[in-house]
């Protein structure tokens, strides 16, 4: 029987839809399919053979948005409005990052340090969610234009240690490009899929995938038993890949050909020059044994071995890393059953040698590196498409389960699809001094909002003992068992208090019920995102004003009559944009209201510090 399905874009019935596998990379994407004759993954590519799409977005003067080479082009000089490695900030908060700021060349907001990171170009802000649903709409496009059909429901992968906000951040962003995501996977778990590892339902195997790109070093230990993939330990190294290659022998031709780094800095032509030569030679040099070029017009020659001795300590870095993932999955060497290759720098001869020396076993590389990932997300999105009829479909929850958070949001804890049994647990805390209960309800569905999606259960956690706001942590926890029962926990840690309730979520639910959910939350995806976003700007703005209000008080006597009036004039500007204004120009106010008490807040703190130094006896 053929199986029938919605096209979840233009509502209509359709007779089979085909899944896509999506590598959505730092620095390139990928899409990829199952063939349907040959039924072995194949990349999409466009007339001229490219298949990799630059995860690059940029923004013009006209309030155009391209992706891709066409965004690439812009990288230099159009740095604060062309962004680059976005998953970088998937699901970062500020001060996640602050240490890398100088990797970024765009603007990156820093008013609240425990919030989200938002990316400002020009009056504009943007979250990292909005700008990968940027690259994924433009891949969605490429997939339907040389597919000649609609693609909405997809598979993306992620590197093995993004952590739960970093998977749901991935998923928000296909929703925002219209797309169903039916599963994320992870990059190493795609890899072996692409090599066939784990499709035997019999096998227990332990696999090591090295995965060595443009700009980040990851290894992942795997264990599979009877189809399933476990991740025993991550290691790597999120600043080292082949642009530190290309650095390296960078640095060599300046040697070569004489030129100071005073004169690189005077001079970006030339700098850029030295760099792609130094990509090019390293590139050739995988497959000759010299390397001849002209820069600057002068002749310059590099050998396999002087760039194999450039190459040595990094690589060397990289085999310290796979020591300590086997460590921390308490295995050796003799443990490892495969080993696989991923990453364009998998290609260097003296990488493959070094870890196959060091793993004393043959790495799977017969398939390109730089597509591995994208054909692995195509094999499982083909076992989801229930192609595969050996392979076994395990329980999964239909509908993604959450509670209400501030301004009415849903909180999602177990995401859409994921396997039975499974469990969650988040941490919340109180809003008000001495609060002495929480109200927890509990939803199902794929809105924003709750009050868009379905109540399951709600109770309140009583006994929470008086503490000021913010101190309480109170544990939210989620259990789907085998028999599809979600029990809901809460558990003020300080305390002990705690209370639960169980439900059943597919009590009355009908399958139509669950594929309407699904099309309303992808039609609506654009709305919902935006007054999320605006709920959110809202929560922040409340917050800081609170805040600033105490501090005021409390200091009063401690800063000058102007601080103090254009404090107040900030903070009633921004008052009213609660109530009328957008998350940008809330935003924007959030920040003017940073800018003025920043001065004398450190000001404070520093003569606080020093009142605190003087009452101090040190010891000899
Ligand atoms: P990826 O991030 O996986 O696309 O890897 C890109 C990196 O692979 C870049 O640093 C490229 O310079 C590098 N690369 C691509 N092809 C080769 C090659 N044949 N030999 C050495 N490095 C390569």
Known sequence: MAKIAINIATGSLQQEEMIVGIDLGTTNSLISIIHPESKRPIVLKEYDGAALVPSIVHFGQAGNITVGDDAKKYLIAEPENTIFSVKRLMGKSYNDVQQQTNFFTYKIIDDNSESLVKIQVGEKFYSPVELSSFILKELKIRAEHILKTTVTKVVITVPAYFNDAQRQATRDAGKLAGLDVLRIVNEPTAASLAYGLG????ETKTIAVYDLGGGTFDISILRITSGIFEVLSTNGNTYLGGDDFDASIASFIMEKIGVSNDAL?????????IRLKAEEAKIELSYNNEFEGVVDGKVLLITKNEFEQLATPLIAETIQCCKNALTDANLTIADIDEVIMVGGSTRVPL????VSEFFNKTVHDTLNPDEVVAMGAAVQ????????????LLDI???SLGIETMGGLMD???????KVPSKAARQYTTQKD?????????????????KDNRKLAEFNLTGIPGMPAGLPKVEVSFLVNADGILVVNAKELRSGVEQSVEVRPQYGLTDEEVEKMLLDSITHAKSDIQTRALVEAQTEATQIIDTTNLFIQKNNDLLTDNELADTNDAINTLQKLIVNGNKDNIQAAIEKLNEISRPYAE???DSAISKAMKGKNILE
């Open 351 to 354: 990488v493959k040698k070094t």
């Open 265 to 273: 800095n005077q001079n970006k032509s030339l700098a850029q020059e």
């Open 397 to 399: 929850t239909p509908l």
């Open 603 to 605: 000001r404070l703190m």
């Open 412 to 418: 999602v804890l177990i995401p859409r699809n994921s």
């Open 381 to 392: 999105a083909d076992i989801l498409a229930g192609n595969n009829k050996d392979f076994l």
């Open 199 to 202: 499709l035997n339902k019999d």
């Open 434 to 450: 001495g609060q002495g209960s929480m109200r927890i309800s509990v939803f199902q569905g794929e809105r924003d909002l709750i």
